[in-house]
C-alpha cells in the first residue's frame, strides 16, 4: 500500500484505496490537517491542504493549491479576503482585510 510523509508532522501516511493524484487525504495525527497528494512516475507525495473557516457561520473550506495572500473566498453570500499569519491563512471580511492592508 503506498503512503506519503506528512510535511507538519512527519507521519508516514498510508494512502486509502482508490486514491488519485490532487485528492486530499487527512492526517490522523494532524487535528484536521488535509494533505493534498501528487502521484508522479512511481512515486507519491504530499502537501499540505490549506484550510480557512468562515468568519460568519465556521464552515471549513479548503483552499486552492496556488491560495495566496489577497485572493478572496466566498461563503454565506459574502466574500472574504485571505490573510496568512503565524503559519496559517484565515479569511476576513474584507473591510477588516483592507484596514489592515492600511495600516502603517
Avoid at 39 to 47: L, N
Avoid at 60 to 66: A, Q, S, Y
Wanted: hydrophobic share 35%; proline share 7%.
Amino acid at each position: 500500500m503506498p503512503a506519503v510523509r506528512c510535511p507538519d508532522c512527519r507521519a508516514d501516511v498510508a494512502l486509502p484505496a482508490g486514491v488519485r493524484s490532487g485528492d486530499l487525504v487527512e492526517c490522523p495525527n494532524c487535528a484536521g490537517q488535509a494533505l493534498r497528494v501528487r502521484e508522479e512516475g512511481d512515486r507519491w507525495s504530499a502537501t499540505l491542504a490549506y484550510r480557512v473557516s468562515c468568519p460568519d457561520c465556521d464552515e471549513v473550506m479548503t483552499l486552492p493549491e496556488n491560495a495566496t495572500v489577497g485572493d478572496t473566498v466566498t461563503c454565506c453570500g459574502r466574500t472574504y479576503t485571505l490573510t496568512f499569519e503565524f503559519g496559517a491563512f484565515a479569511a476576513e471580511k474584507m473591510s477588516e482585510a483592507s484596514a489592515r492592508r492600511r495600516a502603517p
